[in-house]
């Protein structure tokens, strides 16, 4: 039936509607709403684009509906029925080699068709306010027929051209405001046309790029290399298809740029007069002529680049009142007149760069009043000698800059009040102006990026850049003489601008010695709001301490990223990277194969892949202290990282904020004698180090070990046997001295390892108290320890968890029927923590000198923040101080209900019975008995 209707359906189913109608795409509607964003920006017209969203398009429009619409427009009963059939539990097969396979369900959302099929977005295009509204209205006629709905929080509206929507207007419509882009079927489509083209391109680049990294890592043969870039790069659809736009090659050679008449698109009729044949762009540039072709009046860009034209002549452009921008670089100019572009009213950009042009008429600028570009680099006039005079309206201006006498300056660039960007760098045209005052720059204080560079500047004055407030792109560069002691004065007059990015690239010569930067030489940036500075090929020898400090702290991002490195044959046997940023190690490290010492401490590092250390399979001392590496190496459980280095002996992997290490990680590691794994986070000594033979000092200190247990005394007592000498380090680390860890103590008074530090090993007692762990003590720690767990001693029979708004109910009844009735000893928080000490440390000690725990379960209980702490470290205590014995007592005051509950709580009740308080006179005796018998 499919193939039956895919000849009709082109013709059945409008033009607007693209998605899978053979000799269609839906991209086609992408490339059209672009292109008609940019011709109405252009034209300056007013128009709103609207982004409707349909909230579950295919959930929610009633299948009636559908049908009735069809009925209406004409369908026959028989392609009704046909309809129908796809709605009512249908099967597919696939016709494969003439045979057809196993017939298949197709169920409501089918996972394997084309996701377009599911684009619900509608995008329309208005001329005016009014259509706006009355769009919503249909929208709103067409929600109540048929069942659909907008989705107002995600549906958009963006002015475009000369139109604006105020928030009044936006709140009446209950729609999202678009301010440049948006985004229609992937692609970022809008009035900013760089970030449009950044956005759809970035991330586009970088997947191809990392694919060929990838393959180029493989010694694949040249059919293979063919084969990797058809099927990943090729297929890969990287450009749109159709436009609104249709190409004509004229006799002159031109390409013409038309408007199509078929453009996929649906508008008003003030937008569609828009989409007639007129021309919008012609492009002759690279066809040899010798003239300007006569345009057509609709002509709005014209790009004459590359030819060998001498002359405009006069009048040429008198129907172009359309015209906007020309561009006629690298031609044969010779002479601009007055009347060279008389009729071009509006014309806003014009590109002279790169011609011959020795005279320009005095009032040639007078028949273009609304110019805002304008660039006439690579010229041979002298615009001074000219008495040129600008246009008031010009916003950026190119343009070659040769001052010898100050006196020159003062009339400059007089009336160009709306200047915005000045270029007068040397390195794209000319420019020589050893000395500039507070007088070059003086009629232009509105600036906001200037180009100053290769400009054979040897002095600034102060003032020259301080009235420049809006000044926020300075470029310095390539001002051999200028020095860093000569950019102090620029640094001393953005004080008072904008600056966001400031260029001094290359401002010394190249064999310079003694390129010092000082802080005097930047400081005064600290007062700005600086985000980039840029100082390449100065050959920087040093800075001077604190100078780096100075810089604003905008976006102060040292960071860098180790990436694969060649360096030719060398015998490099120790290298030192410490106290840097290099925050990502990715290698490889190539060719450094005679490495012995690795430095890569204070890095800040978190992040080392599994081919760094590659290359350097005789690396024996690696020192990673102080980065950040716990977030990486918790997932490498086959010790991989380190995989390449089987030599290594000393290791040292202290303060990295590592919480565990995995059994694998030092898999490859015989040969270690030292490993520092100190001031990290670590609680248990869960990676293999048995196999290590030559090991002869471990440091574990600075952690959060309370013992060691029996598999890692186990270990160490094997390296004991092939190392007598094996040191151990694990002073400050909070040890305890329980009933769980007695058999840790004994172990230490026994074994033949010796323990670094020991007369500051610090062990907490049962009763909270902390002393030092010396050898002298050992005997009556232990026999303390026996005592203790012999007679399971405690102070309270029950510590009660309780929220403050159940206080009632503990203090009047919990406290009178327990401790006045029954005689027990409970622990209750505002009576009985002991003052000036942490909360946390409060709970933790009660709990544990406690019998039991009785949890006062109600509402507020399961949503406070410390109830569930108390929860929690009872749970603790429970499984890691007694062995999974049962201290809990569940009292509830409601009926618990398994939503409510939190998983830990939820555990617990379904494990272990709890009481619930009947609050009755007949069940409360009966309640109060039962909980005296369980507590005694």
């Known amino acids: 039936m499919s193939n039956r209707l895919k000849f009709v359906l082109p013709k059945l189913v409008s033009s607007f509607r693209t998605c899978c109608i053979l000799g269609r795409d839906i991209a086609d509607t992408t490339s059209s709403i672009r292109d008609l964003i940019e011709i109405i920006e252009n034209d300056d017209l007013e128009a709103y684009l609207i982004k409707v969203d349909q909230e579950k398009a295919f959930d929610k429009v009633d299948h009636d509906y559908l049908f009735l619409v069809l009925e209406k427009i004409g369908f026959g009963p028989k392609f009704m029925q046909w309809i129908k059939i796809f709605y009512n539990n249908i099967n597919s097969s696939v016709k494969c080699n003439g045979f057809l396979t196993k017939s298949v369900n197709i169920p409501k959302s089918n996972v394997n068709a084309k996701i377009f099929q599911h684009a619900d977005d509608t995008n329309i295009f208005t001329s005016n306010k009014k259509s706006v509204n009355e769009t919503f209205k249909v929208l709103n006629l067409y929600s109540e027929a048929s069942g659909a709905k907008i989705n107002r929080q995600k549906s958009e509206i963006m002015s475009l051209g000369s139109g604006s929507i105020t928030d009044s207007e936006l709140d009446k419509l209950q729609i999202q405001k678009c301010e440049n882009v948006t985004k229609v079927l992937g692609i970022y489509v809008g009035k900013d046309k760089e970030l449009c083209e950044l956005l759809n391109w970035k991330d586009k680049i970088k997947k191809i790029k990392t694919i060929l990294f990838f393959w180029n890592k493989r010694d694949l043969t040249l059919p293979g290399r063919a084969t990797a870039l058809t099927s990943l790069i090729m297929s890969r659809r990287i450009t749109t298809n159709n436009s609104v736009y249709r190409k004509i090659l004229t006799n002159e050679g031109c390409l013409m740029v038309t408007l199509a008449e078929n453009a996929s698109l649906k508008t008003d009729a003030s937008v569609s007069s828009i989409l007639g044949k007129q021309v919008y762009k012609a492009d002759c540039s690279n066809a040899h002529l010798t003239h300007i072709p006569d345009f057509p009046k609709s002509i709005k860009v014209v790009i004459l680049d590359n030819n060998l034209i001498t002359t405009i002549p006069d009048y040429h452009f008198r129907n172009n009142s359309k015209l906007c921008n020309i561009s006629l670089m690298n031609n044969k100019l010779k002479v601009l007149k007055k009347d060279a572009f008389y009729g071009a009213y509006n014309l806003i950009e014009l590109t002279l760069y790169n011609n011959e042009i020795k005279d320009v008429d005095e009032k040639f600028f007078k028949s273009i009043p609304a110019l805002k570009y304008l660039n006439i680099k690579k010229n041979h006039f002298d615009w001074l000698k000219l008495n040129i005079t600008f246009p008031y309206s010009l916003q950026t201006l190119r343009m070659d800059f040769k001052i010898l006498e100050q006196d020159h300056m003062v009339d400059s660039f007089k009336g160009l009040i709306n200047l915005k960007t000045l270029d007068i760098s040397g390195l794209s045209g000319e420019c020589e102006c050893k000395t500039m005052t507070p007088e070059t720059f003086r009629t232009i204080p509105n600036l906001i990026h200037l180009d100053i560079s290769a400009c054979k500047i040897s002095y600034i004055y102060r003032g020259t850049l301080k009235f420049m407030s809006n000044l926020t792109f300075l470029d310095a560069s390539f001002n051999f003489c200028l020095k860093f002691a000569g950019a102090e004065n620029i640094t001393y007059d953005l004080k008072t601008t904008s600056i966001k990015i400031l260029k001094l690239n290359k401002i010394h010569r190249t064999f310079e010695p003694d390129t010092i930067v000082l802080k005097s030489h930047i400081r005064n940036l600290r007062h700005t709001n ?45 290298l030192d990277f410490g106290f840097n940023l290099f925050y990502s190690w990715i290698g490889p490290l190539l060719t450094y194969k005679k490495l012995i010492h690795l430095d890569l401490s204070n890095n800040f590092c978190s992040n080392v892949s599994k081919d760094f250390f590659k ?98 005394r186990g270990q160490l007592e094997t390296i004991t046997k092939s190392n007598p000498n094996l040191t151990v380090n694990l002073s400050d680390n909070p040890l305890i001295c329980s009933c769980d860890t007695i058999q840790f103590i004994k172990w230490m008074s026994q074994t033949k390892i010796k323990f670094t530090k020991l007369q500051s090993y610090k062990c907490k007692l049962y009763n909270g108290n902390t002393e030092l762990l010396k050898e002298p003590k050992r005997n009556r720690y232990q026999s303390s320890l026996r005592k203790k767990c012999d007679n399971e001693e405690y102070e309270y029979d029950a510590f009660i968890s309780y929220e403050e708004e159940d206080a009632v109910f503990v203090h009047n009844h919990l406290l009178s029927n327990l401790e006045e009735d029954a005689k027990l000893k409970l622990c209750i928080h505002k009576r009985d923590f002991q003052p000036g000490k942490d909360i946390a440390a409060n709970i933790t000690f009660e709990i544990h000198n406690s019998r039991h725990v009785v949890a006062v379960l109600s509402q507020t209980y399961l949503e406070s923040y410390w109830c569930l702490f108390e929860y929690n470290m009872a749970r603790m205590e429970s499984i890691y101080s007694r062995n999974c014995e049962n201290m809990f007592i569940l009292v509830s005051l409601v009926d618990l209900s398994a939503l409510n509950l939190p998983l830990c709580v939820l555990e617990k009740v379904h494990k272990q019975s709890y009481i619930e308080y009947p609050n009755d006179p007949l069940g409360n005796t009966l309640f109060w008995d039962k909980l005296k018998e369980v507590l005694k």
Not at 649 to 663: G, T
Not at 681 to 686: G, I, M, N, P, T
């Open 530 to 574: 600086l985000t980039e500075l840029h100082m390449d090929s100065n050959r920087i020898q040093l800075f001077e301490k604190g100078a780096l400090s100075s810089l604003p702290l905008t976006n102060s991002l040292f960071r860098f990223k180790i990436e694969a490195s060649n360096v030719s044959e060398n015998s490099l046997a120790y």
């Open 615 to 712: 290359s350097s399979p005789n690396l024996k001392s690696l020192l990673i202290h102080n980065n950040l590496l716990g977030f990486v190496l918790i997932d490498d459980m086959h010790g991989e990282i380190l995989q390449h280095i089987p030599k290594l002996e000393v290791l040292n992997l202290a303060d990295n904020r590592i919480p565990y290490l995995p059994y694998n990680f030092f898999k490859f590691q015989t040969m270690l004698k030292e490993i520092n794994i100190g001031g990290n986070l670590l609680d248990d000594l869960s990676f293999q180090i048995s196999h290590m033979q030559n090991l002869s000092h471990l440091d574990l200190s600075k952690n959060r070990f309370s013992s060691l247990n029996s598999t890692a």
